[in-house]
């Protein structure tokens, strides 16, 4: 049984939650139940979402250069966009997936 703040975590529409009102529900518990302290779960969703936000605005040239230097950091967003449901699809101009 996973618990964020002593919050039993709940299910909403198959995935995990926390319900208590704040912003980054799904990406907090999705966090918790990884393991990482809940201590951190906010603020690593709060910077998670502004580094969605980011690449979100990016163009093929800036997605081609972050997805080739930081490895993984398109796919940890696809994950934000998932649970949160956000915009997922991060692809360059012929639709293959950046990672």
């Known amino acids: 049984m996973n618990r964020y703040y002593g ?3 709940e299910t909403y529409n198959e995935k995990l939650v926390v319900n208590d009102q704040e912003m ?3 990406f907090r518990a999705y966090l918790c139940n990884l393991g990482v302290a809940d201590t951190r779960c906010g603020d ?3 910077a998670m979402s502004k580094l969605h ?3 979100s605005k990016c ?4 997605l081609s250069v972050i997805s080739e230097e930081f490895e993984g950091l398109i796919d940890a967003c696809r994950v934000y966009g998932m ?3 956000m915009r ?3 692809t360059d101009e012929k ?3 950046y990672k």
């Open 83 to 85: 649970l949160e449901d």
């Open 44 to 46: 690593l969703a709060e």
């Open 88 to 90: 997922t699809n991060f």
């Open 95 to 97: 639709g293959r997936d």
């Open 53 to 55: 936000a980011a690449l």
């Open 59 to 62: 163009g093929t040239p800036s």
């Open 7 to 9: 919050k039993e975590l």
């Open 24 to 26: 980054y529900p799904f």
